[in-house]
């Protein structure tokens, strides 16, 4: 640790802060950190430690399991198909925090798991070097639900097709005033969602009004007073695209405050489904996320670093199913892969 300090010009503590996060280090201070790391091949003891005698069948999972039911399915899915390869997994909370993610995975390393599967968090150059570290030493590691630009293999469904496919589903029935309830643009994975929408608008004839895209900031109490108060203008969307289940949960409590009938005074589709969503009066409208697939490829991708180190990585991204519903508009047909019937 000397070393790197001597050469990125700083003290021995302000190296130990920065790699773990014990005090707060200016991010200009922390890539002279990193630099010298690189040059001097000095490795976290943490992550030195689980790189030399990771043995363990102990496989970590990083992601938010609070904000999300999603997430919780996701998770249960990943566990059954570890156990059946032999591995155990240690579930460990992000809530979606940069902060708390740094914390998370320098846990499962000190715990010495064989490998992490984590939902990759953007805004925190710290996590992002951490993450870069275990992929430079050929630590098994897989990103999940969110695309990340580091050289890791990735699993995640086409948001931008998605959404996409359903605003072009709502054009088709005549719709040309469709808003966009979005979540948050901090996540690849709602920016992804975002530009699908862009996209739409460009491609299909839809009104582009910077009115139409509420900021649901990927939470259901947000949306609701977004979609309410949006509601309320006298030129408000005669459809809706929701960008994730929790929003679209926020999103029809609104519309059913404000008194109007869907699919008939407003339309509302959105991504991803949730338990219940066909038991709602009209049944929703959405693209489901392949929560087999995702999972089963993770896996499939992390044991492969697990047996064999050092192989190029992959994206593996995921295709949703359309489950038509009443909510759009229009009778429920069944469902179709990767766009609407």
């Not at 390393?109 to 490998?115: D, H, I, K, L, T």
């Not at 699908?196 to 649901?216: K, N, S």
């Amino acid at each position: 640790m000397a070393d790197v300090a001597r050469r990125a010009g700083v003290s021995v503590t302000t190296v130990s802060h920065a790699l773990n996060s014990t005090r707060r280090v200016a991010p200009a201070t922390v890539e002279l950190v990193m630099q010298a790391i690189a040059e001097t091949g000095y490795r976290h003891n943490l992550t030195a430690r689980a790189l030399a005698t990771s043995s363990t069948t102990t496989i970590g999972l990083a992601m938010s399991i609070v904000t999300n039911p999603y997430f919780g399915e996701l998770a249960g899915q990943l566990e059954e198909r570890l156990r059946q390869a032999g591995f155990s997994l240690v579930l460990a909370n992000t809530n979606d925090d940069p902060g708390r993610a740094l914390d998370v995975i320098e846990d499962l390393c000190a715990r010495q798991v064989s490998g992490i599967i984590a939902v990759p968090i953007e805004g925190s150059p710290e996590l992002t070097e951490a993450l870069r570290r275990l992929s430079e030493q050929r630590f098994p590691l897989v990103f999940l639900d969110r695309p990340s630009d580091l050289p890791v293999d990735q699993v995640y469904s086409d948001g931008e097709r998605s959404v996409y496919d359903l605003a072009e589903h709502l054009a088709l029935l005549g719709h040309r005033r469709i808003g966009f309830v979005n979540g948050t643009t901090e996540s690849a994975s709602g920016l992804d969602r975002l530009a699908g929408y862009r996209r739409a608008v460009e491609a299909l004839g839809i009104e582009d009004d910077p009115e139409m895209i509420i900021e649901g900031e990927s939470d259901e109490r947000v949306a609701q007073t977004a979609v309410r108060r949006h509601l309320g203008s006298p030129r408000r969307a005669e459809a809706l695209i929701v960008s994730n289940n929790q929003m679209a949960i926020g999103a029809l409590r609104a519309i059913r405050e404000a008194g109007l009938s869907i699919p008939h005074d407003i339309a509302v589709v959105s991504f991803d489904d949730f338990k219940g969503a066909d038991l709602l009066s009209p049944g929703l409208t959405v693209a489901k996320q392949d929560v087999d697939l995702l999972a089963s490829s993770a896996v499939r991708l992390l044991l492969r670093q697990v047996s064999t180190p050092g192989r190029a990585p992959d994206t593996v991204v995921a295709k949703t199913r359309f489950v038509h519903r009443e909510s759009c508009g229009c009778p429920a047909r069944g469902t179709g892969e990767g766009g609407p019937p």
